[in-house]
């Protein structure tokens, strides 16, 4: 099937398809439609890239990305459920260069990888008043060793890799990545290995 015959991928017709309960956690949870798309093509540029999204959620960054883009996108999310609700998304809309990986951060070696697109993905751990549900332990702990494993991750990552961040602290990206671009007042940040 060609995207043409599915559903147009905007924020009304996804948040149609979602389960109430994912639903009412979308707009903290998930980004954008227009940064997303905004955030794939920085990602992509005019290659055919690999891009890592850690802590996918319900795959909705991958989904924007694959449906407007030629690179592929992979999900890194430890939730199943959530694994399960992007598969089925990513049928609905009709892309094929998109894919979840159900899992923890810390078992991926990101060297398959030249893009990655990070919002907040360890954030729960600090803040569990605000996380998505009780499927899996949160700890403070726990957010110190995705950081470090990611930050260790992104600097092995060859020179000209980017890097997409939604917000946060910024803390897991390595010294040797350089702002290049900006968007919505600084919220979305693009970066490029030196």
């Not at 979308?26 to 890592?52: E, Y």
């Not at 499927?135 to 060859?158: D, G, V």
């Not at 968007?183 to 290995?193: A, N």
Request: hydrophobic share 40%; with cysteine; aromatic share 14%.
């Amino acid at each position: 099937m060609s995207k043409e015959t599915l559903l147009e991928l905007n924020e009304e017709t996804l948040n149609s398809i979602l389960p109430n309960k994912i639903k009412e956690k979308s707009r903290r949870f998930f980004t954008p439609i227009d940064l997303a798309v905004q955030s794939a093509k920085w990602l992509s540029g005019d290659d055919c890239r690999n891009v890592l999204d850690i802590g996918a959620g319900i795959g909705k960054f991958c989904l924007c990305g694959a449906y407007h883009t030629k690179s592929k996108f992979y999900g890194i999310e430890m939730r199943p459920h959530l694994v399960k609700i992007a598969e089925t998304l990513f049928k609905t809309f009709g892309v094929e260069n998109a894919k979840m990986l159900q899992g923890n951060v810390t078992d991926f070696q990101f060297s398959e990888f030249n893009a990655f697109y990070f919002y907040n993905p360890f954030h729960e751990n600090l803040f569990t008043f605000l996380r998505m549900d009780d499927s899996i332990k949160l700890s403070e702990t726990l957010y110190k060793i995705y950081l470090e494993h990611t930050k260790t991750q992104l600097s092995l990552a060859s020179k000209g890799a980017r890097l997409v961040t939604f917000h946060g602290n910024n803390m897991e990206v390595p010294a040797a990545y350089k702002i290049t671009d900006e968007f919505r007042g600084g919220d979305l940040k693009f970066w490029i290995k030196d």
